[in-house]
């Protein structure tokens, strides 16, 4: 497989190495109970994420190695950060802007993969708490990390990341195949009382242990990476993000997981109804000759779905702001996304009352309403 290293360069991390030595002097605070310490394990991918991070680093966080720990541990690196849970999204979605703010693509790629990463836990196939707020880039709201191996339908919730992760790097112009690189180890054994699994941490190997020692075991192949990229078209200039079953759905996946679920998306009933009640819609014809095709009606806050715009002949006939697709299922998906991520920034921001929740629930219902509207 293609492990190329999409990596700036090399910087300092004397505070990341730093983080080891906190380990023995927390004693009570039950750290040493953790899953063996992997954190250094995409060595590349953190230290070039790192580096983004410190060009503008509002919030103060000391190292982005601390969003990889457990939060007792995190709290200690990012005193500033009220919900610990989110401090890998965090520092994804600082590094990216940073990144974009200075046209580097390469430190956009290593902020998509570092968002991925798995993050450590306490025990083998214990589950991570995926984050319950929005980032501000979609193209980081989009994902979330991945999970212990061993947790049951960790193998489906991980597939599911690797091709968001390969969706994202495409939309901005990347080699979609790198997503592979946020990959995780093999599953350990369940109940090891020695936590290991099949993990390495080593923050002197630059290139990542979890490469160099061939750890690396990524759950999809390139050929469904290629598969899953071939409708997705580079944004003029990144930023505007693909659509995928990311984000939400994928933290939705988990904690059906979590639960032994064995399906995931009990919001095709509720679509149901709005899918008919905009059967008859109609879609409407501007004076350029596009038709939007996007029917879906909820607007939580006042905030629609974006149109989206099919222009017969065009070579990528579907367009949602600015970003064009080649068939209008990938586009339906886009345009779900970006009502989603402004009603979640609403919501946070206190212009509109409810939590994000509720426009989780509506990017179901408008995806669910776009899947009947193709049948």
């Given at each position: ?6 990596l700036?360069?090399?910087?300092s991390v ?7 030595k906190?380990w023995g002097?927390m004693?009570?605070s039950g750290l040493?109970?953790r899953e063996v310490?992997?954190?250094h394990s ?10 983004f991070l410190?060009?503008?680093?509002p919030?103060?966080?000391?190292d ?5 720990l ?9 005193p500033?950060?009220?919900?610990l849970n ?6 994804a979605?600082?590094?990216f802007?940073?990144?974009k703010?200075?046209?580097d693509?390469?430190g956009?790629?290593?902020?998509i993969l ?6 450590n836990?306490l025990?083998v196939?214990?589950l ?19 999970q212990d191996p061993?947790?049951a339908g960790?193998s ?7 091709l968001?992760v390969a969706?994202q790097i495409?939309s901005?112009?990347g080699?979609?195949l790198i997503?592979?690189?946020?990959a ?6 369940l ?8 993990t ?12 160099s020692?061939?750890l690396?075991t990524?759950?999809v192949?390139e050929?469904?990476i ?7 078209a ?5 930023g ?10 994928v933290?939705?996946?988990a904690?059906?997981a979590?639960?032994?679920a ?14 008919t009640d905009?059967?008859n819609a ?6 350029t000759g596009?038709?939007n ?6 607007a939580?806050g ?5 149109p989206?715009?099919s222009?017969?002949?065009?070579a990528?006939?579907?367009?949602v ?8 299922g990938?586009a ?5 996304a970006v009502?989603k ?12 009352a409810g939590?994000?929740?509720q426009c989780?629930a509506q990017e179901?219902e ?6 009947l509207?193709r049948?």
């Amino acid at each position: 497989m293609k492990y190329e290293i999409a990596l700036l360069g090399l910087a300092s991390v004397a505070s990341a190495r730093d983080v080891a030595k906190f380990w023995g002097r927390m004693g009570p605070s039950g750290l040493e109970r953790r899953e063996v310490p992997q954190e250094h394990s995409h060595e590349a991918i953190l230290r070039a994420t790192n580096i983004f991070l410190k060009l503008d680093n509002p919030l103060e966080i000391q190292d982005a190695v601390f969003a990889l720990l457990g939060n007792a541990a995190a709290a200690l690196g990012a005193p500033n950060v009220a919900n610990l849970n989110c401090l890998q999204q965090i520092v994804a979605d600082q590094a990216f802007t940073n990144a974009k703010a200075a046209n580097d693509l390469d430190g956009q790629i290593n902020a998509i993969l570092f968002r991925a990463i798995e993050k450590n836990t306490l025990t083998v196939g214990e589950l991570s708490v995926n984050c319950d707020e929005a980032a501000i880039n979609p193209e980081i709201a989009a994902l979330q990390q991945h999970q212990d191996p061993a947790a049951a339908g960790a193998s489906e919730i991980n597939a599911a990341i690797e091709l968001a992760v390969a969706i994202q790097i495409a939309s901005i112009g990347g080699d979609p195949l790198i997503a592979l690189q946020s990959a995780t180890f093999a599953p350990g054994e369940l109940g090891d009382p020695t936590a290991a699994g099949n993990t390495c941490n080593d923050e002197t190997d630059p290139i990542g242990c979890i490469i160099s020692q061939n750890l690396l075991t990524p759950v999809v192949s390139e050929a469904e990476i290629q598969a899953a990229v071939a409708d997705v078209a580079v944004a003029g200039g990144a930023g505007a993000g693909a659509a995928v079953a990311g984000g939400a759905a994928v933290a939705d996946a988990a904690a059906c997981a979590a639960q032994g679920a064995a399906t995931v998306g009990a919001a095709t009933g509720a679509a149901t109804g709005a899918a008919t009640d905009n059967a008859n819609a109609g879609a409407s014809t501007a004076a350029t000759g596009t038709v939007n095709v996007q029917s879906f009606t909820g607007a939580l806050g006042g905030v629609p779905a974006p149109p989206v715009e099919s222009t017969a002949g065009a070579a990528r006939p579907f367009e949602v702001n600015g970003a064009t697709f080649l068939n209008a299922g990938a586009a339906l998906q886009r345009s779900c996304a970006v009502q989603k991520n402004a009603c979640a920034n609403a919501a946070n921001s206190g212009q509109l009352a409810g939590g994000t929740q509720q426009c989780d629930a509506q990017e179901d219902e408008c995806r669910g309403a776009a899947a009947l509207r193709r049948r």
